[in-house]
C-alpha cells in the first residue's frame, strides 16, 4: 500500500511542478467566472434548459461582468428502420455557438462552438416515444452547457 502512496505523492509533485492548479481554487478562472455571467432569456424548453444548467455550473449572476450568448440547434436523424418501414432509433445532433462578452468594454472575450449527440429508441408505446425524445434532448443539453462551461473556464486560465 506504502507503493500506492509514493505513486500518489510523485504525480501531485510532478502535476505542482508544471504549474497545474485547479480551475475552481482560489481566486483561479472557474472562481472568477462564477456569478459573473449573464445568460439571455430563455425563449423556449430547450434554451431554458441550456440556462438552467449554465446557471448550476456558473452560477446565477448578481452582478454580471459579461454576457453570453449562445445559438442553440439541434437536428434529429433517423438510425434504424424495422422490416415494416418505421424508425425505431434516433439521433438527436446538437451543437451551441457562443459568444463572450465583456459588459464594460464590449469586447468578444471569448466565442467558438460545442457538439455532440445523444439517441433515443421508439420501440414503445408513443407516450414512451415521446418521453425518451424529451430525456434525449434534456441529457444533449446537458452535455453541450457542460462542454460550454468548460472551454470558457479553460480559456480564462
Same mark, same amino acid.
Given at each position: 500500500?506504502?507503493?500506492?502512496k509514493?505513486?500518489l505523492?510523485? $504525480?501531485?509533485? $510532478?502535476l505542482t511542478a508544471? !504549474?497545474? @492548479?485547479?480551475?475552481? =481554487?482560489?481566486g483561479? *478562472?472557474?472562481?472568477a467566472?462564477?456569478g /459573473?455571467?449573464?445568460?439571455?432569456?430563455?425563449?423556449?424548453?430547450t434554451?431554458?434548459q441550456?440556462?438552467?444548467?449554465?446557471? #448550476? /455550473?456558473?452560477? /446565477?449572476? &448578481?452582478?454580471?461582468?459579461?454576457?453570453? =450568448?449562445?445559438?442553440?440547434v439541434t437536428?434529429?436523424? !433517423?438510425?434504424? &428502420?424495422?422490416?415494416?418501414g418505421? &424508425?425505431?432509433?434516433?439521433?438527436?445532433? !446538437? +451543437?451551441?455557438?457562443?459568444v463572450?462578452?465583456?459588459?464594460?468594454?464590449?469586447?468578444?472575450?471569448?466565442? =467558438? #462552438? %460545442?457538439s455532440?449527440? @445523444?439517441?433515443?429508441? $421508439?420501440t414503445?408505446?408513443?407516450? $414512451?416515444?415521446?418521453?425518451?425524445?424529451?430525456?434525449?434532448?434534456?441529457?444533449l %443539453? +446537458?452535455?453541450? *452547457?457542460?462542454?460550454l462551461?468548460?472551454r470558457l &473556464? *479553460?480559456?480564462?486560465?
Amino acid at each position: 500500500m506504502s507503493w500506492c502512496k509514493a505513486l500518489l505523492a510523485s $504525480a501531485l509533485l $510532478a502535476l505542482t511542478a508544471c !504549474g497545474f @492548479t485547479p480551475a475552481y =481554487g482560489p481566486g483561479n *478562472a472557474g472562481a472568477a467566472l462564477n456569478g /459573473r455571467i449573464a445568460f439571455g432569456e430563455p425563449s423556449d424548453r430547450t434554451t431554458f434548459q441550456l440556462v438552467r444548467r449554465l446557471e #448550476e /455550473r456558473l452560477g /446565477r449572476s &448578481i452582478d454580471p461582468a459579461y454576457d453570453l =450568448g449562445v445559438t442553440l440547434v439541434t437536428t434529429e436523424e !433517423g438510425q434504424a &428502420i424495422d422490416a415494416d418501414g418505421n &424508425i425505431d432509433r434516433f439521433t438527436l445532433l !446538437g +451543437t451551441a455557438q457562443y459568444v463572450l462578452t465583456d459588459r464594460s468594454t464590449g469586447v468578444q472575450v471569448a466565442q =467558438g #462552438e %460545442v457538439s455532440n449527440f @445523444t439517441g433515443y429508441s $421508439a420501440t414503445g408505446t408513443t407516450v $414512451a416515444t415521446l418521453q425518451a425524445q424529451r430525456d434525449a434532448q434534456e441529457r444533449l %443539453v +446537458t452535455i453541450l *452547457a457542460d462542454m460550454l462551461t468548460d472551454r470558457l &473556464i *479553460a480559456t480564462a486560465l
